[in-house]
Structure formats: structure tokens, C-alpha cells
């Protein structure tokens, strides 16, 4: 397993070493054409650096002032009724890839968190607030709000199934 950790971290630094070349061959023959690729990065990054600072400053203070284990603490003391809610609307807001959150998720289930809850929480990952004003210019806003509704009901649907499975399995 060691050599293979080797052989792709080999095959990075030859694919980082061929995008450079090949940016600077591309420099050589069109200069002018990398000038405006080269302003066009700079300001690509000037409109994301700053939104990526602010979510990790946002991510850094979450997680010191409510470290996974307090939270799953705290959790656990709600009724089912509040677990459920905050589960949809913590879906709902999350943002990233998925896979970055089944480190906090199998944490927040080692810590006593029912399934259930964790499957509603992925399932409403599915509703995006940033795609919403898209999907109002195209299908109107009635649509949106009755599949979103909808999305919703049958993400509480899919966590009872999931606790009824899990039940079933025990």
C-alpha cells in the first residue's frame, strides 16, 4: 500500500511538472493570449479569495466553539421533533462535497446520534440555496417552492424508512 501512496504521489508531481512546461511553452507562443489568461486567474481570484477566507474563518470558529462531540451532547438532550428540524435545515445550509462531512457524521453517530437523523441531514444536502434564484428564473417560483416542500417531506419519509430498516436489521 506504501508503493502506491509513492507511485500516485510520483504521477502528481510529473502532471504538476507538465501543466508548468506546458504553461510556459504556451507563454513562448502566445504571449499576448497568456496575458489575458493570466488576468483573467487574477481576477477569478480576487472575486473567490475572499469568500474562501471568510468560510474558513466561519469553519474555524464553529468548530471551536462547538467541537462535534458538544454538539452530539447537546443533541442528544433535544426531543426528536427539534433533531429532525435541525437536521433539514443543517442540510439544507451545508455546502462542499459529501465526503467531507462522513468524518463529522460518523462522529456525531458514534456519539449517540440515531441514523435516521444522519440520512435525513444527506438527503436535504440535495436542496441547494445557492442554485434556487436559478431555478426560479427557469421554472418559476411556485415549482421551486412546492419541490422543495416536497424534497423535504420525502427526506423525513426516507429517515423513518431508514429507522424502520434499521429496526428490522436489530
Do not use: H
Not at 462547538?66 to 433535544?78: R, S
Not at 442554485?131 to 427557469?138: A, H, K, N, R
Amino acid at each position: 500500500m506504501n508503493k502506491k501512496k509513492k507511485k500516485n504521489k510520483k504521477y502528481n508531481y510529473i502532471f504538476l511538472l507538465f501543466s508548468v512546461i506546458l504553461y510556459i511553452l504556451l507563454l513562448l507562443i502566445y504571449p499576448d493570449k497568456t496575458k489575458v489568461l493570466n488576468s483573467n486567474i487574477l481576477n477569478l481570484m480576487k472575486k473567490i479569495l475572499p469568500v474562501l477566507a471568510l468560510i474558513f474563518i466561519f469553519m474555524f470558529f464553529l468548530e471551536l466553539l462547538f467541537p462535534v462531540k458538544k454538539m452530539a451532547e447537546l443533541f442528544k438532550k433535544q426531543k426528536t421533533f427539534v433533531l429532525w428540524g435541525v437536521s433539514i435545515l443543517s442540510g439544507i445550509l451545508s455546502s462542499g462535497s459529501v465526503y467531507l462531512w462522513y468524518p463529522i457524521l460518523k462522529e456525531l453517530k458514534d456519539n449517540g446520534i440515531k441514523g435516521e437523523i444522519i440520512a435525513v441531514f444527506i438527503f436535504n444536502r440535495a436542496v441547494k440555496l445557492q442554485l434556487l434564484p436559478m431555478m426560479i428564473l427557469y421554472f418559476g417560483l411556485k415549482y421551486v417552492v412546492v419541490l422543495t416542500v416536497v424534497m423535504i417531506l420525502i427526506s423525513v419519509l426516507y429517515g423513518l424508512t431508514f429507522k424502520l430498516l434499521y429496526q428490522l436489521g436489530s
